[in-house]
């Protein structure tokens, strides 16, 4: 499913390209509630990099340039299930 904001209208479009806003309102809530106004998720990506065992993905802005170092520009979705992100919420470091 994609999910699709512009500005205060969120769409959940299906492979076959309908709509299901209308179905899943706790979805539309949550996309209304994130602080970019525009967006589009693929959720089967993130669902794809979750079962592969990644440790997540990453997204950024059009237009924004590849740099070291922190950004707002690009973001993060992590996968609670992979074993870096575990240790990290644990605050440990486990040595190889």
């Given at each position: 499913?994609?999910?699709?904001?512009?500005?205060?209208?969120?769409?959940?479009?299906?492979?076959?390209?309908?709509?299901?806003?209308?179905?899943?309102p706790?979805?539309?809530?949550?996309?209304?509630?994130?602080?970019?106004?525009?967006?589009?998720?693929?959720?089967?990506?993130?669902?794809?990099?979750?079962?592969?065992?990644?440790?997540?993905?990453?997204?950024?802005?059009?237009?924004s340039?590849?740099?070291?170092?922190?950004?707002?520009?690009?973001?993060?979705?992590?996968?609670?299930?992979?074993?870096?992100?575990?240790?990290?919420?644990?605050?440990?470091?486990?040595?190889?």
């Open positions: 499913m994609l999910v699709l904001r512009e500005r205060q209208t969120v769409h959940l479009y299906t492979r076959d390209g309908h709509d299901w806003a209308e179905r899943f706790g979805i539309v809530d949550l996309a209304l509630a994130l602080k970019p106004s525009r967006f589009l998720l693929d959720s089967e990506v993130m669902v794809a990099a979750c079962n592969l065992g990644f440790e997540g993905i990453v997204s950024k802005r059009k237009g340039r590849c740099r070291s170092g922190r950004s707002p520009h690009w973001l993060k979705s992590k996968n609670p299930n992979s074993e870096a992100v575990r240790r990290e919420t644990a605050g440990t470091e486990t040595k190889p």
